[in-house]
């Protein structure tokens, strides 16, 4: 089974508007942290935001925030307000307590904003 | 500007040339990876070292030779690749069993 499922391939936003991207795992560790990482066409991969599977609130950093709904084990990034520059791929992942330095990604959505 | 540095960021060899990837880190972070991407996938995982030891290997192919010289650098050495080992890859480090993955530019590689 898929430890992360990502099933937007690509998505398309109008400028200035907010979009929701999907990401839902699969794992039976109670402890666990779930991330997001936005890779632009250059290729780095950039860290957006992280969720650990003990935090009550959602996390949020600037336009980013994450929908963490723990028993439905999705972990949906929201961009608020896109911009030209949020133009990328977005990949979802996951590390369990149990594997250590296993990290477990999804197979990405590429966004892109219209202007 | 990250903080892990990868050098060279491009690299064109012949299938039996011998060549490096170097990844260096100043974060102090315990552990350190190696991963393969294709255009449009996930990175793939090929190594893990965890203070300094080798700790996952995910039945890369021997013409690839990671090192781990100290907690700071890794290496990724390359010997007889073949036209499909042409990726970017990707070196990144962590606290070890913690945190997020803190990733380098990339060294884009084209094996002719």
């Known amino acids: 089974a898929q430890k992360i499922t990502q099933t937007q391939p690509g998505m398309f936003v109008q400028e200035k508007e907010a979009v929701t991207l999907d990401c839902t795992y699969d794992?039976?560790?109670?402890?666990?942290?779930l991330f997001w990482y936005k890779q632009p066409s250059s290729g780095e991969m950039i860290f957006l935001i992280y969720?650990?599977?003990?935090?009550?609130q959602n996390a949020t950093e600037g336009r980013y925030s994450l929908n963490f709904q723990k028993a439905r084990k999705s972990a949906n990034l929201v961009i608020s307000a896109s911009q030209l520059g949020d133009s990328a791929m977005y990949f979802c992942?996951?590390?369990?307590?149990?594997?250590?330095?296993?990290?477990?990604f999804g197979t990405g959505t590429s966004l892109t904003v219209i202007p | 500007d990250t903080e892990v540095t990868q050098t060279p960021k491009h690299l064109v060899m012949g299938m039996t040339n011998k060549k490096s990837l170097k990844c260096e880190q100043h974060?102090?972070?315990?552990?350190m990876y190696w991963y393969k991407q294709k255009a449009k996938k996930p990175p793939e995982l090929m190594f893990v070292?965890?203070?300094?030891?080798?700790?996952i290997n995910e039945s890369v192919p021997s013409r690839f030779s990671p090192e781990c010289p100290n907690s700071s650098l890794l290496n990724l050495h390359l010997h007889a690749l073949q036209p499909e080992d042409s990726a970017l890859y990707l070196c990144?480090?962590?606290?070890?069993?913690?945190?997020?993955?803190?990733f380098g530019e990339g060294s884009r590689l084209t094996v002719l």
């Open positions: 070292y965890s203070y300094e030891k080798l700790s």
């Open positions: 974060m102090g972070h315990r552990a």
């Open positions: 969720q650990g599977s003990y935090d009550q």
């Open positions: 992942a996951m590390r369990e307590h149990f594997t250590g330095n296993q990290f477990y």
């Open positions: 794992t039976s560790d109670p402890s666990y942290g």
């Open positions: 990144a480090s962590s606290q070890d069993r913690v945190g997020e993955l803190f």
